[in-house]
């Protein structure tokens, strides 16, 4: 594996190696050290990390908050299976948990919508937690942003299933905002939220809590 870089990793500028050698955790083990050797170093830099905790790269973050918020390649390019898979189970596990509560008349004393946000805000937290998990890094703004809009489109899916299944049709109101207005309002939504998720991540982090 670490010839096949080799090959690929010559006709890169030193710059694009550069960065792989300083951002080892956004690439292939492999690849970091095909970068090393072509930058002619001997060894690739060590991460330096606690004992049983993920390496999580904060430092960038700190220097500049905005290049490490909305830089998007790290997740397109670490994006896998396994992402889309946890997405799906907790879209399956939230609509279930809603459907046994709606099912057994859960008294909700007018506080329905109330539950189902504070639902939404823990299986959106559970799926960062585990692309931290998955990925052994925490995933930035930006890549929270397209996470949870994958963890949003599944979720939709299996409440139109859900629907077409026990009723037998399934009824899209379009009378009042186009499709594509739909989605920008959708996309503005997620944003919002993960917006308010950075904060609590911050205040998470004074207190030691590496949650996500």
Avoid: C
Wanted: net charge negative; proline share 5%; charged share 20%.
């Amino acid at each position: 594996m670490e010839e096949y870089f080799l090959k690929k990793l010559e006709r890169l500028p030193r710059h694009e190696l550069q960065r792989m050698v300083d951002n080892p955790a956004d690439y292939q083990e492999a690849a970091v050290r095909a970068a090393s050797k072509v930058l002619g170093e001997t060894e690739p830099p060590v991460m330096e990390q606690s004992p049983g905790v993920p390496y999580i790269d904060d430092e960038e973050e700190e220097r500049n908050p905005y290049h490490s918020s909305f830089y998007i390649q790290p997740y397109f390019r670490s994006l896998s299976h396994r992402d889309f898979l946890s997405s799906f189970v907790l879209a399956l596990l939230y609509l279930a948990i809603w459907q046994v509560l709606a099912f057994y008349a859960f008294p909700l004393y007018g506080l329905d919508s109330l539950l189902a946000i504070l639902m939404f805000v823990l299986v959106v937290i559970t799926n960062h937690a585990f692309y931290k998990i998955e990925h052994k890094r925490r995933n930035n703004y930006i890549g929270r942003v397209f996470h949870t809009a994958i963890f949003m489109v599944f979720l939709i899916i299996l409440m139109e299933l859900f629907e077409y299944f026990t009723f037998g049709n399934v009824e899209v109101d379009v009378s009042t905002n186009s499709p594509i207005l739909t989605v920008i309002i959708y996309v503005i939504m997620i944003m919002m939220a993960e917006v308010a998720l950075s904060i609590v991540r911050r205040v998470f982090k004074l207190i030691g809590w590496r949650i996500f």
